[in-house]
């Protein structure tokens, strides 16, 4: 029998590239900094437990009543309904690393590879979350026309359809959508605008979405001078490359976070394993959630320019 030497043996030294939970901090912090929509919904950690749906009751708001001396007070008898968010998405990103490609590659393949596991990921979570934004205000939750109650943004009434077109976002527009969600009783904090990167340079153009009166930033932070979008109207706007296309226009949304809601069951996980019929390293990073719309008219989606 042949004699294996200790000086032979993998140890942390030779094999650092594949501990993973090296691989797993990298490709969290990825995650985190490309998720955009997810940050700004409700969420709920739904870590370590068993079952595959979620229950959250949805309570109907009471009214007052006038109190008749010497009657009773009146009881509100209201039946509370719920949202049930199914826990049936389970996505993964693997990569096979050949021994001669992981001997012979830069150390920045690594990188590159945890990087682009957090960012596929983060696209995916949020486009499941836009999925849901077509259910908003009764839409029909189908892809064309973004659910066929977005509306243009010119005016931020008038229905997306076949016979429209997206229109860039005007003052006028942006007010009315903000009004939308005011005749709702929808909380004035916790709205934020999700704009793609053509309504960005759209809205930057525009001497209203510029001036400070309406921006309130000053000095270094002021948006002319960073060329980034502040507060309008006291709602932050956020940029999302992943803003859907459909029918030659882009969605924004405009939501309080109470709108929509993201079950994570399971964080994102990474494991390695030696393939030695491969003779490589199985990288594989995955996680488990759902998503749900919870309150219907909580958001608006506004229909923009390609």
Not at 9 to 16: G, K, V, Y
Not at 268 to 279: A, G
């Amino acid at each position: 029998m042949a004699n294996f030497s200790a000086a032979s043996a993998m140890n942390t030294t030779t094999q650092d590239k594949f501990i993973p939970e090296l691989w797993s901090d990298e490709v969290v912090a990825a995650y985190k900094s490309n998720l955009v929509l997810a940050n700004l919904v409700t969420t709920m950690n739904h870590n370590g437990k068993k079952g595959d749906t979620v229950h959250i009751p949805k309570p109907t708001r009471g009214s007052a009543s006038a109190k008749t001396t010497r009657q009773q007070v009146t009881l509100i008898a209201a039946t509370d309904t719920e949202l049930s968010v199914s826990i049936d998405k389970h996505y993964e990103y693997s990569r096979l690393i050949e021994d001669l490609l992981e001997k012979q590659a830069l150390s920045s393949m690594r990188a590159f590879y945890t990087d682009d596991a957090g960012y596929a990921l983060a696209t995916q979570v949020d486009s499941d979350l836009w999925t849901q934004a077509y259910n908003l205000q009764g839409g029909d939750g189908a892809a064309a026309y973004h659910g066929d109650q977005a509306v243009i943004g010119s005016d931020g009434s008038t229905l997306f359809s076949s016979s429209q077109v997206g229109v860039a976002i005007a003052d006028a527009g942006l007010r009315k959508v903000i009004q939308t969600l005011d005749d709702a009783d929808v909380p004035m904090d916790d709205r934020v605008l999700v704009v793609p990167p053509v309504e960005k340079k759209n809205l930057t153009g525009v001497a209203r979405f510029t001036e400070q009166a309406y921006v309130g930033e000053t000095g270094g932070g002021n948006t002319i001078r960073n060329g980034l979008i502040g507060d309008l109207y006291g709602i932050p706007i956020y940029v999302s490359s992943n803003s859907p296309t459909n029918n030659s226009s882009r969605a924004c949304l405009l939501a309080h976070k109470s709108a929509m809601v993201l079950v994570e069951q399971m964080g994102v996980r990474t494991q390695t394993q030696y393939k030695q019929e491969f003779l490589g390293d199985l990288f594989t990073a995955d996680m488990i959630y759902g998503t749900g719309e919870l309150r219907d008219d909580a958001g608006i989606l506004i229909a923009t320019t390609t």
